[in-house]
């Protein structure tokens, strides 16, 4: 019985600490995530994330795990498995999970695209343009999340900077991410997100 209740207590405790970092609570602690928490007005959110001084792969599971209604990603490249797991467990909840990859991934023998693709995810294929100088690459790394409860009540964020989903970019490279919940640059974001999947969509109908 001794033994029962020490691991009950252990297990307590595991829990409230994971709610912390990671549950959907109305106080979310950036301070978790990023070395030099920017101070915002009450109700705004404005941080600046640097690789690999700060956590950005445990900060973007964290985030899927808080998302309740629509993860919208515009990325060069996605090779990270946690990242992908987190994705392919929030599409399982019900939540819209919708990726615009640029096409050189179906080539990458480490892309996770094919895995996220078979497990729920809607994927749009932004192929490649080649030029008689130069391709033309997807290059864009956004998150847009559109009812997050890491915001007290719900809301909306949008993340992007230098970084690909990828464990090099959130571990081992200089990158930047850059996150917030100003209206008026989510919205243009999201624009930005129907504007290019008008373009995949143009794309395979030429192949048609």
Request: net charge neutral.
């Amino acid at each position: 019985m001794g033994g029962m209740m020490m691991v009950t207590r252990r297990y307590l405790l595991c829990l409230l600490l994971a709610c912390s970092l990671f549950g959907q609570t109305s106080a979310y602690n950036w301070r978790a995530f990023a070395q030099n928490y920017i101070e915002a007005p009450e109700g705004q959110v404005s941080q600046l994330m640097f690789s690999p001084e700060d956590p950005i792969e445990r900060m973007l599971c964290s985030l899927i795990a808080n998302e309740v209604e629509k993860v919208q990603l515009m990325q060069f490249m996605v090779t990270n498995k946690k990242i992908s797991d987190a994705l392919v467990r929030k599409a399982g909840q019900g939540v819209s999970v919708e990726l615009i990859i640029d096409g050189g991934n179906f080539d990458c023998p480490f892309s996770k695209v094919s895995y996220l693709r078979n497990n729920g995810i809607t994927v749009h294929n932004h192929e490649r343009v080649q030029t008689p100088f130069y391709q033309k690459l997807m290059h864009e790394k956004v998150i847009i999340f559109h009812n997050n409860m890491a915001l007290p009540g719900g809301g909306s964020l949008v993340l992007f900077g230098s970084c690909n989903l990828t464990s090099s970019a959130c571990r081992h490279n200089r990158e930047n991410l850059y996150i917030s919940n100003e209206a008026a640059l989510v919205s243009r974001f999201i624009e930005r997100f129907a504007t290019a999947v008008t373009i995949c969509e143009s794309m395979l109908a030429c192949r048609v």
